[in-house]
């Protein structure tokens, strides 16, 4: 998967008029980078394209998005992203959006707002995946409660191994997982060094996977 990955910055109406402009921008790039090596890669939109894609042996890449400040405060551009193949979001990135809190920099510890849980559900709608890597603990428990399609944490690490606030407590996994949602393991250093050492964590998160 390759994303449209955009830093939190403030929430003005200039300021999200941008942010949505690149994130465009961004999949525009992606979209042509992959169209300049049709022997090699292609753009997976669906199930299928990954299939065709796997028998003709090139690699596929999927779309998504990496902070869902890129939708600005506009319900609509969830359906817009999804037309142009999106297949994933994460709600936040490292600071709180209009959408929910973030694992940092989130000192009221804020959840999923009103506008935010219009967007899961909207999300939910076209057939785009929630993704709460990002979410502080209270909007990772709102997006279960208010999703009704499974969730996934596609990069985040175990805290019972790293204490880093974005990993996720034995908990959360465990509530992830009985909603029938997934996590994938960031080996980033931050977030697998702490308690044990680095190799150690690795080992140990190679036996989760496993």
Known sequence: IMVA????????????????AQA?????QIEEITAAHPESVGIAYTPADLYCLKREGRK?????IENGYAIGN???NVERFRRRGVV??????NGNNDICGSARYNEEELGVSTFGEQVIKEMNRVGMMVDISHAGEKSFYDALE????????????ARALCDHP??????MIRALADRGGVAGINYFDAFVKDRVDGKAALSLCRDMVA
């Open 60 to 64: 596929a890449i999927m779309l998504g």
């Open 74 to 76: 506009d319900l609509h």
């Open 146 to 157: 208010i999703s009704r399609k499974p969730i996934v944490a596609s990069h985040s690490s």
């Open 88 to 93: 994933y979001m994460t709600l936040c990135h």
């Open 24 to 28: 465009d921008s961004l999949l525009d």
């Open 5 to 20: 990955y955009l830093p939190q910055k403030e929430c003005t109406e200039e300021a999200l008029r941008q942010a949505t």
């Open 166 to 171: 974005r990993n996720l407590t034995d908990e």
